[in-house]
């Protein structure tokens, strides 16, 4: 059964930096894009950022490009999200999703498979 489980989600104050994990079992990583998304209550879950199968093409949300890195390693199944210059803004709960296509989407209802989430709470 596919499974993600994030990781890495704390409380960090205005500037500071956190790394989140999304471990990936039940399915064939490699063969799988993957995205992370985050969620504040009220809001709509909202893209943050895009990698394709192998890692050579990545698209981030306006709103962290220049601050958030997105990376994959398919050896250990696993991608990785390292926010830097946190912002309260930033403040939701972070989710990673796969998705089956290796094209580019941001849109949630656009991936097949999703983790629990893990909270980021960015404090001034």
């Known amino acids: 059964q596919p499974q993600l489980v994030e990781s890495g989600g704390g409380l960090v104050q205005a500037g500071g930096s956190l790394r989140l994990s999304c471990a990936a079992s039940?399915?064939?990583?490699?063969?799988?894009?993957m995205g992370w998304f985050r969620q504040a209550p009220g809001n709509e879950r909202e893209f943050v950022a895009f990698?394709?199968?192998?890692?050579?093409?990545?698209f981030y949300a306006d709103s962290v490009k220049g601050r958030f890195i997105i990376s994959r390693d398919n050896a250990k199944n696993t991608v990785y999200l390292q926010m830097n210059s946190l912002k309260p803004e930033d403040t939701a709960v972070y989710y990673c999703?796969?998705?089956?296509?290796?094209?580019?989407?941001?849109?949630?209802?656009?991936?097949?498979?999703w983790g629990q989430g893990t909270q980021v709470t960015v404090s001034s």
């Open positions: 999703a796969a998705r089956r296509t290796n094209v580019v989407r941001t849109t949630a209802r656009e991936y097949d498979y």
């Open positions: 039940g399915l064939t990583f490699g063969s799988y894009a």
């Open positions: 990698i394709s199968w192998g890692g050579g093409s990545i």
